[in-house]
């Protein structure tokens, strides 16, 4: 579906609405998604679209996944995530999980950015060099 120029404005302005100190507020997003589905305007459907998608896009970047081989202590979880509020906020929700497939290391996934240290995948990328 192809969105006008002025719908992808119109909901880039709205999502900064949204935004309450660099933050997505879900009580504002509510509202507005309420507020449009009763106005209409022109292009609303463009509008809404977008708006999903900024919004979508946001909260993956708010959310992390960490997967180790064996699991982590405390001390490790709280170490991990401190770093990784350092780097994209303390706002970010971290969950941690067991993969056994990893056989060592950590694999973190925050939004599109992917961190992969783990010991299956230096053995993948050496078989591909022979």
């Not at 305007?41 to 909260?59: D, F, M, Q, W």
């Not at 959310?63 to 170490?79: G, I, K, N, W």
């Not at 970010?92 to 290391?105: D, K, Q, R």
């Not at 996934?109 to 995948?121: A, C, E, I, P, R």
Request: with cysteine.
């Amino acid at each position: 579906m192809k969105i006008s120029k002025q719908a992808q404005r119109d909901a880039r302005q709205l999502f900064r609405n949204c935004q309450v100190n660099g933050l997505l507020d879900e009580g504002r997003v509510r509202q507005t998604l309420a507020l449009l589905a009763e106005k209409k305007p022109r292009g609303y459907v463009g509008i809404l679209t977008r708006l999903h998608r900024l919004v979508k896009l946001e909260t993956e970047q708010r959310r992390a996944t960490v997967e180790s081989a064996t699991p982590l202590s405390a001390d490790q979880r709280t170490q991990v995530s401190n770093q990784l509020g350092s780097l994209y906020g303390n706002s970010l929700a971290v969950t941690f999980s067991e993969t056994p497939a990893l056989i060592g290391g950590l694999r973190i996934q925050v939004g599109s950015d992917l961190y992969d240290g783990s010991v299956k995948t230096r053995l993948e990328k050496l078989e591909q060099s022979f």
